[in-house]
């Protein structure tokens, strides 16, 4: 009787949550505008830690292969485990413009070349990839850099 009940119980408090909209944040670095320099926001997972930008790739398939995969730019959270930030509460990140409590492992931010494509990625604290399309349902986002702006394109 009691095994029912439990059973009962957690089926609804899983439909309530399933209504209500509580899931899982999905994770995801999105293009925020697409003016040059373009601007990037971060979504759900638990503590952010690095966020990179990786190219250039000369066309889609080098860029869904990954071939030949550089990092141009790539950024640190300085906070300690437990103190940093959740992906939502990273402001904006405007490419070439560090980000408060960051530091860039790469060095400055490189101009992006007009006609090329590239990826942005970031990681969280539990080392669960914002990329990729993996099976935590998280993605990166690609673009292609035209003469005044960005243009998202399929990973």
């Not at 402001?91 to 860039?104: A, K, N, Q, V």
């Not at 993996?134 to 292609?144: I, L, P, Y």
Request: glycine content about 8%; some cysteine.
């Amino acid at each position: 009787m009691l095994g029912r009940s439990l059973r009962t119980a957690a089926v609804a408090l899983t439909l309530t949550m399933a209504l209500s909209g509580c899931s899982p944040a999905k994770r995801e670095v999105r293009l925020e505008k697409t003016t040059l320099p373009p601007v990037f926001t971060l979504s759900g997972g638990s503590e952010a830690y690095s966020f990179t930008v990786w190219g250039p790739y000369p066309d889609v398939a080098a860029m869904r292969t990954r071939s030949e995969r550089h990092h141009v730019w790539d950024l640190q959270t300085t906070k300690p485990k437990g103190r940093r930030p959740r992906p939502d509460e990273v402001p904006p990140i405007r490419y070439g413009t560090l980000p408060p409590d960051f530091s860039e492992r790469t060095g400055p931010a490189p101009a992006l070349v007009t006609g090329k494509y590239y990826e942005a990625s970031a990681i969280t604290s539990d080392q669960s990839p914002l990329a990729w399309g993996n099976d935590k349902g998280t993605r990166s986002v690609c673009f292609r850099v035209e003469a005044t702006a960005v243009v998202e394109v399929p990973c």
